[in-house]
């Protein structure tokens, strides 16, 4: 009994060890397809739609740069550092490529998730006064399918929509909204 429970740590810590150096090589990996304007993006009690550019130094629209994406990779699209002076009380709905004049709704193709302030720190709680969490949506389906129907061009835009009127005193904002292959 003695020999088997050296064993089994040792086993334990290599599984461990192993685990953990392909989650952080995975996460390190990835690169940033566009992105939000380096002002924070104003939440209000209607419909908000931010513009994603391609990031500086790389010349290819959004289009060629979702075909370029690599096999056994995906892309997500990433939402972070919310902030608010205080909680907005609704969830709001995210779309990619919404076309303009088409209702939101959350069973149609452009729909990616919802994301929420509950936990968003207050704009004095920490530097900088945004929360360091993030939302990440897969969109590499929906990407490409944009991509095929050449609904999808030099840029992307993403809309948030709030689920119900959301307290008037609340000021959310969003800091940055991303695509990045991974």
Excluded: C, W
Excluded at 7 to 24: C, E, H, K, R, Y
Excluded at 135 to 146: A, E, I, K, P
Excluded at 160 to 181: D, F, N, Q
């Amino acid at each position: 009994m003695r020999t088997r429970y050296p064993f089994s740590l040792l086993m334990i810590a290599g599984i461990a060890a192993i685990t953990t150096g392909v989650n952080v090589m995975a996460a390190e990996s990835f690169e940033t397809l566009a992105t939000s304007a380096s002002k924070p993006v104003a939440l209000g009690a209607g419909p908000v739609a931010v513009t994603l550019a391609p990031v500086a130094g790389n010349a290819a629209s959004l289009s060629a740069r979702v075909a370029a994406v690599r096999q056994g990779r995906k892309a997500y699209l990433v939402v972070k550092g919310l902030g608010t002076n205080e909680q907005p009380e609704v969830a709001y709905q995210v779309y990619l490529a919404l076309p303009e004049g088409v209702a939101p709704n959350p069973d149609g193709p452009h729909y990616v998730g919802s994301l929420n302030f509950f936990n968003a720190m207050s704009y004095g709680d920490a530097k900088g006064g945004r929360d360091p969490r993030f939302f990440s949506f897969d969109v590499t389906n929906l990407l490409r399918t944009l991509q095929s129907s050449k609904s999808l061009g030099e840029v992307a835009t993403v809309t948030i929509v709030p689920t119900s009127a959301p307290r008037a005193s609340a000021k959310p904002v969003i800091g940055e909204i991303a695509l990045v292959e991974q």
